[in-house]
C-alpha cells in the first residue's frame, strides 16, 4: 500500500509539473508579467546623481532636427559641462547614435571635445536578424563616426522589449566577433564606479544575449530633466551637474524613441529614461533573475501533488481555505524572492490549486448529485415521499451499512383468506388481487409518513420514526392500521363480487427499541428494524383475526386518550416466557 501511494503521488507530482512548466512558459509570460508589475513595480526614486540633458520640443524649436545638426551644438555642450575640471559630471552618456558625418569642422570639434573631457560614453547599436536556432543574430553594427569612436567609450543602446510590449529587461553585454561589449546602461555604470573608485559589480545574467530583469525606480518625469537648450544658453549652471551622472537624449514625441514601461502601462516613457531606470537599478542593486522553469515546475508540482490529494478527503470549505491560504503564501513568497534577487512566477501556482479546488468542487456536487439520487432510488420503494424528499436533501445521510437504535413503532399486516382464494384463481387474477390490496396498505402507510420496510407475500411490513424522527409515530401507526381496515371494506366487496371470497386485514402493532439502518452488503441491502419489538409486533399480527387491529399494551398507554379500544388480556406468545396484555382498536379519534 506505501509503493502504491507513493506512486500515486509520484504521478500527480509529474502530472503537475508538467502543466506547471506550459503555464510559466506559454500563457504565463504575458498576464503573470502584468501580475508581477504591480506587486513589484513602485516608484522610489533614491539617487539623486542622475539627470536628464533633454533634447525636448524646446531644443528643437531653437535648433531644428537633430537630423541637421552640426556636431558643434553636442560639442559645445560637452565643454559647457567639463569647463571646470572641479565641476564636471562623473559621466556623460549620449543615448545618441553619431553614426553618420557632418561638416568636418563640427565632427573634429565634438570628438576633441569627447577626448578632453575623458568621461563621454556615446552609444552604438546592433543590428539583429532573427536566424534559425538563434533570435539574436547579429546582423550588422550602427557605430559612431571613426574620429568620435577613437575618442569615447561605447556602449550599445539596444532595448530589450518583452512580447507584450512592455520593457521589463535589460542587456548587461553582448559577445561579437571575439569581443564583450557592454550596454549602454552598463557602460554608463562602470565608468560611474570606477570614477568613484569603486568596482563595477554586474548582476546575474541569463539567456543568449546574457538579460536581467530590473526595478523601476520612477514613472516617466520622475527624473530630474533640463532641457539642452538651457544648459547651451547658460540658464542652467553647469555646476548643477558635478560628480553627476548626466545622460542626453531624446526628450520629443516625435523621436521615436519611447517604449511601454513596466511601472506605468498607461504612458510611454523615452529610452533616456528607461537607462537612467536601468543605471539606477545597478547601482541599488535592485536586479531580478528569473527562477529557473524546472525550479519552479518541481516545486509547483509537489505542492500541487499534495493540495490535490489532501483534498480529495477534505471538505470543500477545508480546501476553499486551504486555497486561500496558500495564495497568501504564494504572494509573500514572490515578494521575498524578489527581494532577493529572484523574480518568480506569481499566477501559475495559485491557477492550478484553484483548477484543483474548482474540479474538486465539480466532483463533490457531481457526487452529491449522484448519492442523492442513489438515495432516492433506493428509498423510494419503501419510503413515503416526503421522506424521500428528506432524505434527497438532507447533505449528512450517508447511505451505508449498519445501524442505530431507535424507538420505533412497528405495524405488520396480513391479508385474511387470501391462500384459501388463491388456490381457485388464475395466477394473473392473484397478482391482479394482491396487488390491490397491497397499493391499499401501501398509501395507507405513506399517507401517515411511515417507512415500508418490506412484503412478505401477502404481508407487509412497516415502521414509524424512523430513518427519520417523526412526530406521534405511535398514533400514526394506529391511524395506518385503522385506514387499512376502513378502506379494505370497499376492495373486499368488489373481491367477493368477482371471486366469491371474502378477505380482510389482520393487523399487529407493537412500539420500542430496536435497531435500525441499512442490512445487507455493499452491492445488496435492506433498510429494515430488527429486534423484539419487531417480533412482538408480528407476533401480534399473527394472533390477529380478519378485520381485527391488536396492539401491544405499551401502545395503548401511549394513545389510550385518543383510541377507542377494549382488553382482550394476556396473550402467550412464542419465543417470550411471559405473555403480552393486548387490545383491540375500536375506533380512532382524528
Same mark, same amino acid.
Given at each position: ?27 504565463? =509570460? ?45 560639442? =559645445? ?137 530590473? @526595478?523601476?525606480? #520612477?514613472?516617466? =518625469? ?26 542626453? #537624449? ?40 528569473? &527562477? ?12 500541487? $501533488? ?15 481555505? @486551504? +486555497?486561500? $491560504? ?31 479546488? &474548482? ?84 398509501? @395507507? ?24 424522527? &417523526? ?40 412500539? #420500542? ?26 407476533? +401480534? ?12 399494551? @405499551? ?36
Amino acid at each position: 500500500m506505501k509503493n502504491e501511494g507513493r506512486k500515486t503521488f509520484l504521478g500527480t507530482a509529474a502530472v503537475f509539473f508538467v502543466s506547471a512548466l506550459i503555464l510559466y512558459r506559454s500563457a504565463a =509570460g504575458f498576464w503573470d508579467a502584468g501580475i508581477l508589475d504591480r506587486m513589484h513595480q513602485r516608484p522610489s526614486v533614491t539617487n539623486k546623481k542622475i539627470y536628464i540633458i533633454a533634447i525636448d520640443d524646446r531644443t528643437l524649436e531653437r535648433y531644428g532636427s537633430v537630423s541637421s545638426w552640426s556636431r558643434e551644438i553636442p560639442a =559645445g555642450l560637452v565643454e559647457i559641462l567639463t569647463e571646470d575640471p572641479e565641476k564636471k559630471p562623473a559621466v556623460i552618456g549620449f543615448d545618441v547614435i553619431y553614426s553618420e558625418r557632418g561638416d568636418e569642422e563640427g565632427d573634429l570639434r565634438f570628438a576633441r571635445a569627447c577626448r578632453e573631457a575623458g568621461n563621454v560614453v556615446a552609444a552604438f547599436s546592433f543590428s539583429f536578424k532573427a536566424m534559425p536556432g538563434d533570435p539574436f543574430h547579429v546582423d550588422h553594427v550602427i557605430a559612431p563616426y571613426k574620429e568620435l569612436r577613437d575618442q569615447v567609450s561605447l556602449g550599445y543602446a539596444n532595448t530589450t522589449v518583452d512580447p507584450d510590449g512592455y520593457v521589463r529587461q535589460a542587456m548587461a553585454w553582448m559577445d561579437y566577433e571575439g569581443e564583450r561589449y557592454l550596454s549602454l546602461s552598463s557602460r554608463i555604470y562602470r565608468s560611474y564606479e570606477e570614477s568613484r573608485g569603486r568596482e563595477a559589480r554586474f548582476p546575474s545574467v541569463y539567456g543568449r544575449n546574457n538579460r536581467f530583469y530590473f @526595478s523601476y525606480s #520612477g514613472k516617466p =518625469g520622475s527624473y530630474n530633466t533640463v532641457s539642452m537648450a538651457d544648459v547651451l544658453d547658460g540658464t542652467v549652471d553647469p555646476v548643477l551637474f558635478r560628480d553627476a551622472i548626466v545622460l542626453v #537624449g531624446a526628450y520629443a514625441a516625435g523621436m521615436q524613441d519611447s517604449y511601454t514601461p513596466a511601472i506605468s502601462p498607461n504612458s510611454q516613457m523615452y529610452g533616456v529614461e528607461i537607462h537612467a531606470n536601468i543605471i539606477e537599478a545597478l547601482l541599488e542593486g535592485r536586479t531580478q533573475l528569473p &527562477l529557473s522553469p524546472v525550479i519552479y515546475g518541481l516545486g509547483a508540482g509537489l505542492v500541487c $501533488a499534495l493540495f490535490f490529494l489532501g483534498s480529495r478527503k477534505g471538505k470543500i470549505g477545508i480546501t476553499l481555505i @486551504s +486555497l486561500a $491560504a496558500a495564495a497568501v503564501v504564494d504572494v509573500v513568497l514572490v515578494r521575498v524572492m524578489y527581494r532577493r534577487g529572484i523574480l518568480m512566477p506569481a499566477a501559475p501556482l495559485p491557477v492550478l490549486l484553484a483548477i484543483i479546488s &474548482l474540479g474538486r468542487i465539480i466532483q463533490g456536487y457531481a457526487g452529491e448529485i449522484l448519492r442523492r439520487r442513489r438515495v432516492v432510488s433506493v428509498f423510494k420503494q419503501y419510503v413515503a415521499p416526503q421522506v424521500v424528499d428528506k432524505i434527497s436533501r438532507d447533505a449528512d445521510f450517508q447511505l451505508v451499512l449498519g445501524g442505530e437504535n431507535r424507538h420505533i413503532a412497528v405495524l405488520f399486516v396480513d391479508i385474511r383468506g387470501f391462500t384459501t382464494m388463491s388456490e381457485n384463481l388464475r395466477p394473473e387474477e392473484v397478482v391482479e388481487i394482491l396487488n390491490e390490496y397491497l397499493d391499499l396498505t401501501t398509501r @395507507s402507510i405513506f399517507d401517515n409518513g411511515g417507512t415500508l420496510d418490506k412484503f412478505v407475500g401477502d404481508a407487509a411490513m412497516a415502521v414509524f420514526n424512523a430513518p427519520f424522527e &417523526l412526530d406521534d409515530y405511535i398514533f400514526r401507526a394506529v391511524s395506518t392500521a385503522w385506514d387499512m381496515k376502513e378502506k379494505a371494506e370497499a376492495v373486499s366487496g368488489r373481491v367477493e363480487e368477482r371471486f366469491g371470497n371474502k378477505v380482510s386485514f389482520g393487523v399487529g402493532i407493537h412500539c #420500542g427499541e430496536a435497531v435500525v439502518g441499512n442490512i445487507g452488503c455493499e452491492f445488496r441491502m435492506d433498510y429494515t428494524a430488527i429486534g423484539d419489538t419487531v417480533n412482538t409486533a408480528a407476533r +401480534l399480527e399473527n394472533h390477529a383475526a380478519g378485520g381485527q387491529i391488536l396492539i401491544s399494551d @405499551s401502545v395503548y398507554e401511549a394513545i389510550k386518550d385518543r383510541i377507542q379500544a377494549c382488553p382482550i388480556g394476556q396473550i402467550p406468545l412464542k419465543g417470550k416466557s411471559n405473555g403480552v396484555f393486548v387490545y383491540q382498536v375500536d375506533g380512532v379519534k382524528k
